[in-house]
């Protein structure tokens, strides 16, 4: 789908890339300075030169890719629930943040450096490159745009970019609410998909809510006590379940509609409908209570 | 090792965001979840309910259907607008029932009268 140039919805897709390119930018400036500190003085300043432009070369092989990618059936409905997992890790805060990066040795030579430099980007760039393939809606100018935006943000950027979210915070949790509202966007625009949801237009009020409960949940689980958090699964579990249910009757052709309910098997099965999440969720809670109960002489031992 | 993990308080965001900047987030979720619900919905579907059913559900569908296939940057400024209006209210709820509020009873007498 191609956009007017500076239309609303242009203009929107490239605010949504700039914003998930700042959330999800990879320290690469880290990963080439830990790969190279062994290496002798000559070759760090070739493996800092190649290993930025070996990077970016990544970064645009891979944002070309993921355009294809994503008009394959099945691939946006993965990218969008992958970008569910996304954001809920965004939000999530990481305790000894700076000892989980990918480098755990230094290289002993160029070729080496290179290709750990290549290869963290790689993995470091696939969030990001899908959350913008998601974001541009097929459009190859915003994957462009987006690239020249990423780009001088691997390079030069990253003091910029940590000083922003050091004094606007807020910007990590509104990236979040992005990644989730893409998510859902691209679950909705799933060519496998479409025709259903056109038939159950309800189903797509209860998936955007899904969505956002499930990506948000570090947010709005910060300041609950230990004791409220296990309740909070119970609203993605109610929505899950109304899915599931909704997607069962289209499978097994069952009228599932209350205001229609005549006989006993009809009023059966919405009171399943609209009921049936209740045991499932207090057997949840009950395993879960036996799991702790279980794992604390262990932790005392 | 993502660029924000640099910053303990980006790291901690979920903590240490403001509450207005929470608040406009909250606002922003809000607009884009009701700008969903605007999508859903068929708007053929208020013709065939009827006017009298459109109005008792005002508050909901209306605004819904006012939202239907609105763009991020829509949806900043809506929710920047939303979170405003929640705080106004927020501010003069607070006046109103601190004025409300009667005297402590021991202060009663304290009270400074103008002559």
């Known amino acids: 789908m191609e956009l007017d140039l500076l239309s609303a919805g242009f203009v929107s897709a490239l605010f949504a890339i700039v914003l998930i390119d700042l959330v999800l930018a990879g320290d690469n400036a880290l990963i080439i300075g830990l790969v190279a500190r062994n290496l002798p003085k000559n070759t760090q300043r070739k493996v800092i030169f190649w290993g930025t432009f070996g990077a970016i070369a990544v970064r645009a092989v891979m944002a070309t890719l993921v355009v294809y990618i994503l008009d394959l059936p099945g691939f946006m409905l993965a990218g969008g629930l992958a970008l569910v997992w996304i954001a809920r890790k965004l939000l999530t805060p990481e305790e000894d943040a700076a000892a989980n990066h990918a480098i755990k040795a230094p290289a002993t030579s160029f070729a080496g450096a290179l290709r750990t430099i290549v290869v963290a980007d790689a993995v470091m760039g696939v969030d990001n490159v899908l959350a913008i393939g998601g974001a541009a809606t097929g459009s190859i100018l915003l994957i462009v745009l987006g690239l020249a935006i990423s780009v001088p943000i691997i390079v030069w950027g990253s003091q910029l970019v940590i000083r922003l979210v050091d004094r606007f915070p807020s910007v990590v949790l509104l990236g979040g609410a992005v990644l989730a509202w893409t998510g859902y966007s691209m679950v909705v625009r799933e060519p496998l998909l479409a025709s259903w949801f056109a038939i159950h237009p309800s189903t797509k009020l209860v998936a955007v809510i899904l969505f956002f409960s499930i990506s948000l949940v570090p947010w709005y689980t910060a300041r609950l006590s230990a004791e409220t958090k296990p309740l909070v699964t119970l609203l993605p579990a109610v929505l899950v379940w109304l899915l599931g249910v909704e997607i069962a009757a289209s499978v097994w052709k069952l009228k599932a509609d209350y205001l229609l309910a005549t006989r006993s098997g009809e009023y059966i099965l919405e009171a399943v409908r609209w009921l049936g999440w209740l045991p499932l969720a207090a057997a949840w809670l009950w395993l879960r209570e036996r799991l702790i109960q279980r794992r604390q002489p262990v932790a005392r031992g | ?115």
């Not at chain 2, 240490?16 to 700008?35: K, N, W, Y």
């Not at chain 2, 819904?64 to 501010?91: E, I, P, S, Y």
């Open chain 2, 1 to 115: 090792m993502l660029l924000i993990r640099h910053s303990n308080r980006a790291n901690n965001a979920v903590r240490t965001t403001s509450v207005g900047g929470e608040l406009f987030v909250a606002s922003v979720v809000i607009c884009m979840i009701v700008a969903s619900f605007g999508d859903a919905v068929d708007p053929a579907l208020f013709g065939e309910a009827g006017f009298e059913f459109a109005i008792f559900d005002f508050g909901g569908e209306f605004s819904v259907l006012a939202m239907r296939h609105w763009h991020l940057l829509q949806l900043l400024l809506a929710g920047a607008v939303l979170g405003v209006g929640l705080a106004v209210l927020r501010v003069g709820a607070a006046t109103v029932m601190a004025a409300l509020r009667p005297a402590d009873r021991r202060a009663q007498e304290k009270v400074p009268i103008r002559l």
